[in-house]
């Protein structure tokens, strides 16, 4: 650890040096060549397919068993290590800012790219090729003082029961707040109990990600098999205009802001490449959350930053999710003939500003969200919700993609603005990453 370092208190951990493995055993290979496997029997067999299922449901329920735990341990212990609200409270207000900053930029890339490409022109036909039920649009639409009031559990244990991440933030920052206020002789005992938790997490989550590339399988197999080619012919359009979208948007603003803080971006791209092969397979963000909060650490980040920082991602900084919205809007404005002008996009910019961060709330993710949200708008169809449901499987393996590397950076971000970040290290690794690679 460099002396800079140390005096800002920095818990970041050099890796020991890589060793050259046969590529079998990478797990990123073994998730590529799981997803080839998982669409092959996806289109062949589509019966058998459908029931394979269960395999990315499994894997997906152990991830889950870990993450509400694994964030309120991090974050409680973050700010206990920070030792003070003053370090806390730095890293919690820059990290806020960048997050609508770059989630208020996201929705309007989106706004912008769906009204030049035309999106959903010419495909209002195509809804009776929709493959599946869309989950019903709330008849009531979250506003405002309801998901402020929903951040706020009315229950300890059921935070963590019913998987509710902000409400596990809360009770997070609140837990860590009140071991500050105590003596350090009784703090230190409690400070050392969580850290050794969050250890056996950790090994926990890294025996359920050996299991990766099954989940995978099952989780490919499944979105191929239950929706065919049909639907993605007759929107296949829609589809590839997003990934193209979204991957524009990985480059060109993340890219940016990477390069304004010194950042490589491929670079940095290459550092999580197993992390996001996994999320491409399982097309969930929270299956690499528990690996994030270990690696970018290694990566330079502070412990107390990353703790603080990425989960509270998972619920605010949501770009890939802020896209679709966008994307989304605008397919049913145009497929069902519903003109638009620029005050009304603006005015529904502004309400997704609020309801995407519901995504970490509710149940059913991006996809309700944005289903309250066109409710909420009160002039979009809502028989077009099932038109986007049918190629949802595919969208959301970008939509999680996206979001992951957004929140990555983030904490790299936020890490560089607060002092909290080890550019020695960092450097080190990734030419450690490069050669190996």
Request: aromatic share 10%; hydrophobic share 55%; net charge positive.
């Amino acid at each position: 650890m460099s002396t800079a370092a140390a005096s800002l208190g920095l818990q970041t951990s050099t890796p020991a040096p890589i060793s050259k493995q046969p590529l079998w055993r990478n797990l990123g290979f073994q998730v590529i060549i799981a997803m080839i496997l998982g669409a092959a029997v996806g289109f062949l067999f589509p019966s058998l397919a459908i029931e394979l299922e269960i395999l990315g449901d499994i894997f997906l329920r152990l991830i889950k068993t870990a993450v509400a735990p694994l964030v309120f341990l991090c974050v409680a212990a973050g700010i206990v290590s920070a030792g003070d609200f003053k370090r806390v409270g730095k890293v919690g207000l820059v990290a806020m800012i960048y997050f609508e900053i770059v989630s208020t930029i996201a929705l309007a890339f989106g706004l912008v790219a769906g009204n030049l490409l035309g999106v959903g022109k010419g495909i209002a036909t195509a809804t009776a090729g929709a493959g599946g039920k869309p989950p019903a649009a709330p008849g009531n639409p979250q506003g405002a003082l309801v998901f402020i009031l929903n951040i706020f559990p009315d229950n300890f244990l059921g935070a963590f029961t019913r998987g509710e991440l902000l409400q596990v933030l809360a009770i997070a920052i609140i837990f860590g707040a009140a071991l500050l206020r105590l003596r350090s002789d009784k703090r230190q005992p409690i400070e050392a109990g969580l850290n050794r938790m969050s250890e056996v997490l950790f090994e926990f989550i890294h025996i359920i990600m050996s299991f990766a590339p099954i989940g995978t399988f099952g989780a490919v197999a499944f979105a191929v098999g239950s929706s065919g080619t049909a639907v993605l012919l007759s929107l296949i359009y829609l589809v590839l205009s997003f990934y193209a979208v979204v991957a524009l948007f990985i480059v060109a603003v993340l890219g940016t802001v990477c390069a304004l803080f010194g950042i490589n971006l491929f670079r940095f791209l290459r550092y999580i490449r197993d992390e996001i092969f996994i999320v491409l397979g399982t097309a969930s963000s929270e299956s690499v959350l528990p690996r994030l909060l270990e690696k970018l650490p290694q990566l330079g980040c502070s412990r107390q930053c990353a703790g603080l920082v990425l989960p509270t991602g998972y619920a605010f900084n949501l770009d890939g999710t802020s896209i679709y919205m966008s994307m989304g809007v605008l397919f049913l404005a145009n497929a069902y003939n519903v003109p638009l002008d620029f005050s009304q996009q603006l005015g529904i910019l502004a309400l997704m500003l609020i309801t995407s961060k519901g995504a970490a709330t509710v149940s059913g993710g991006t996809f309700v969200v944005f289903a309250a949200t066109v409710t909420a708008t009160g002039v979009l169809p809502l028989e077009g919700l099932a038109v986007l449901f049918g190629v949802y499987r595919f969208m959301s393996i970008a939509v999680a993609t996206t979001n992951v590397i957004g929140n990555a950076v983030a904490t790299v971000v936020t890490a560089k603005l607060c002092g909290e970040f080890d550019e020695a290290v960092s450097q080190r690794v990734l030419r450690m990453k490069v050669d190996v690679a």
